[in-house]
Nanobody, 124 residues
Framework: HLQFVESGGGLVQPGGSLRLSCAAS????????IGWFRQAPGKEREGVSS????????NYADSVKGRFTISRDNAKNTVYLQMVSLKPEDTGVYYC?????????????????WGQGTQVTVSS
């Protein structure tokens, strides 16, 4: 299974920033498009952002466009999500995964073996 270790979450006030990291566990990310996904309490998991294997193209959910930036460092085998202007509705557990069809699609990969995720809480 292609798994990741997510980190960088925390408690932040509305308008604040966080940078999440997603480190590959036991494989190299060089050949894979990677996505960030999140699950808010009581809601289904949703796609947030994705990036191609080279980092040359990205995709964002409408709800985070202009506020979140996805990037990757293949030499460090890590994908990042820089989040600014955070809102309470950004609260949730954030996960990363290889995307469906290794594309920029934000669909939830079916049957994926999700990691622990990292908790992001935006609250005053």
């Amino acid at each position: 299974h292609l798994q990741f270790v997510e980190s960088g979450g925390g408690l932040v006030q509305p308008g604040g920033s966080l940078r999440l990291s997603c480190a590959a566990s036991g494989f190299t990310v060089d050949y894979y498009a990677i996505g960030w996904f999140r699950q808010a309490p009581g809601k289904e998991r949703e796609g947030v952002s994705s990036i191609t294997s080279s980092g040359g193209s990205t995709n964002y959910a409408d709800s985070v466009k202009g506020r979140f930036t996805i990037s990757r460092d293949n030499a460090k085998n890590t994908v990042y999500l820089q989040m600014v202007s955070l809102k309470p509705e950004d609260t949730g557990v954030y996960y990363c995964a290889v995307t469906v069809y290794n594309s920029l699609a934000l669909d939830i990969p079916p049957g994926y073996n999700w990691g622990q995720g990292t908790q992001v809480t935006v609250s005053s």
